[in-house]
T-cell receptor
Framework: GAGVSQSPSNKVTEKGKDVELRCDPI?????LYWYRQSLGQGLEFLIY????????KSGLPSDRFSAERTGGSVSTLTIQRTQQEDSAVYLC??????????????FGNGTRLTVT | EDQVTQSPEALRLQEGESSSLNCSYT??????LFWYRQDPGKGPEFLFT???AGEEKEKERLKATLTKKESFLHITAPKPEDSATYLC?????????FGKGTMLLVSP
């Protein structure tokens, strides 16, 4: 079956521009996560959506970052006024999560963002 | 604060040379411990979930075990295609914490 799909796979943008990253989760998965992975670093949590509950935005590094999830499915991560330090791989994951964290996450292949 | 520490950071093995990767954790109310494999340019791929001390899971040349303080990923007679970064993650009451991973390189 189809896995988590992310687009674009690569994005090069100029400093100061806005970017939108898209995530299509596995059908039926109620939880959706965004992580950031920099070279040589671990996975950095950004935001978590669970069903119709308010999202957990505690990992967003600044107010330039925002995310939404429409209709409980597709999610978009938006970075405004990009900075060079935003360069990283942005990973999306989904899980069949009934309000706890004991279901495994299934990841997409990420969007590699390069800010020049 | 929940913490997950993986060791070693990098490991080089000869084909057929068995070894173990370690994941030590300090997590309040552990709900599950997950192992993932990540190949370059790809997202992490789910391998195992362990829920309680004493539990073991196996898949091909990999075997994961869990105690109250740590988990081991044992690799028996590895092959070059086992080369990847292996990530450990722990879920607590309201968090999911990832380790930084162990980069495994298996030479023919």
């Amino acid at each position: 079956g189809a896995g988590v799909s992310q687009s674009p796979s690569n994005k090069v943008t100029e400093k100061g521009k806005d970017v939108e990253l898209r995530c299509d989760p596995i059908s039926g998965h109620t939880a959706l996560y965004w992580y950031r992975q920099s070279l040589g670093q671990g996975l950095e949590f950004l935001i978590y959506f669970q069903g119709n509950s308010a999202p957990d935005k505690s990992g967003l590094p600044s107010d330039r970052f925002s995310a939404e999830r429409t209709g409980g499915s597709v999610s978009t991560l938006t970075i405004q006024r990009t900075q060079q330090e935003d360069s990283a791989v942005y990973l999306c994951a989904s899980s069949f999560n009934q309000g706890s964290y004991n279901s495994p996450l299934h990841f997409g292949n990420g969007t590699r963002l390069t800010v020049t | 604060e929940d913490q997950v520490t993986q060791s070693p950071e990098a490991l080089r093995l000869q084909e057929g040379e068995s070894s173990s990767l370690n994941c030590s954790y300090t997590v309040s109310g552990l709900r599950g411990l997950f192992w993932y494999r990540q190949d370059p340019g790809k997202g992490p791929e789910f391998l195992f979930t362990l829920y309680s001390a004493g539990e073991e899971k196996e898949k091909e040349r990999l075997k994961a075990t869990l105690t109250k303080k740590e988990s081991f990923l044992h690799i028996t007679a590895p092959k070059p295609e086992d080369s990847a970064t292996y990530l450990c993650a722990c879920s607590g009451y309201s968090t999911l914490t990832f380790g930084k991973g162990t980069m495994l390189l298996v030479s023919p």
